[in-house]
């Protein structure tokens, strides 16, 4: 019974820590209409409460679609301070397009990525870290 009244408070206070989709908020930073018009970048800074710390991400989406939920091209956090911040608070990023398929994304050098895709909906993304 004992371990039982030890385990209880500590499963209730981990079960805070997870993050819900839900509970978290989009603020769009720069978008981004490639050539064309067909498709824009979007670049936005996510926040999913006081556990989580600001996190850029980066979204391709086309002409009508909304942005919605997490970065679909790039996902990161500055890893505690490691990486330069932008002026949003979560680590700096800049996007341009090459081409009406294809944009360049730069990066803070020591930004911790969760996700860093090649190709969204037909733009291939080429990533350039950058000290900074």
């Not at 800074?45 to 790039?74: H, K, M, W």
């Not at 990023?93 to 009406?100: D, G, H, K, L, N």
């Not at 730069?106 to 993304?125: C, D, E, Y």
Request: glycine share 10%.
């Amino acid at each position: 019974m004992r371990a039982i009244a030890l385990v209880l408070p500590a499963l209730v206070a981990l079960s805070g820590c997870s993050e819900d989709p839900t509970s978290c908020g989009n603020d769009i930073i720069r978008r981004i209409v490639a050539p064309g018009g067909q498709h824009s970048v979007v670049i936005f800074q996510r926040d999913c409460g006081a556990t989580t710390g600001f996190s850029t991400q980066v979204s391709i989406l086309g002409p009508r679609d909304r942005l919605e939920g997490a970065g679909n091209a790039y996902r990161a956090d500055d890893d505690h301070g490691a990486a330069a911040a932008g002026s949003w608070g979560g680590p700096w990023v800049e996007a341009q397009w090459i081409a009406p398929n294809q944009v360049l994304i730069r990066i803070a050098a020591k930004s911790r990525m969760f996700a860093q895709n090649t190709s969204v909906s037909g733009v291939r993304i080429t990533y350039q870290t950058v000290n900074r």
